[in-house]
């Protein structure tokens, strides 16, 4: 009866032990019966058009920047928009500082300033 009742014992234990690991695999069901399909086109062209818009500026882009070119102008040469680091004023006094990433060394960057959406200023740190 004692080997009996081991028996019994340990394979309760090994079923507790199998649905509880069963129950913790994470992720989750598709309980809507329908299949389970997503629409790539949205992705694909979104990815591509992230793919296409440059994150970094080069040494030579950024000496063909000139006081004067507007913000678009900038972007399309660079391939890319800057991230706005600073903003002052407003109407014709209005000042904005953009930051883009550079080609180069760690840290590599230029700053571009615009005085009512118009190149004033310029800056760059290691681009190459």
Do not use: H, W
């Not at 629409?39 to 992230?50: H, L, P, R």
């Not at 913000?71 to 991230?83: A, F, I, N, S, T």
């Not at 840290?107 to 190459?128: H, M, P, S, Y």
């Amino acid at each position: 009866m004692n080997k009996m009742f081991k028996f019994v014992a340990i394979m309760a234990i090994a079923v507790v032990v199998a649905m509880m690991a069963g129950c913790s695999k994470g992720g989750t069901a598709n309980t809507t019966n329908q299949p389970n399909t997503t629409d790539s086109s949205n992705t694909v062209s979104k990815k591509e058009a992230k793919k296409n818009e440059k994150n970094s500026i080069t040494k030579a882009e950024f000496d063909q920047i000139k006081n004067g070119m507007s913000k678009e102008e900038v972007d399309q040469l660079v391939g890319g928009k800057g991230k706005l680091q600073d903003q002052s004023g407003d109407g014709d006094q209005k000042t904005e500082v953009y930051k883009y990433k550079g080609e180069g060394t760690v840290g590599a960057n230029a700053r571009i300033t615009f005085k009512n959406g118009k190149v004033t200023d310029k800056q760059q740190t290691e681009l190459k």
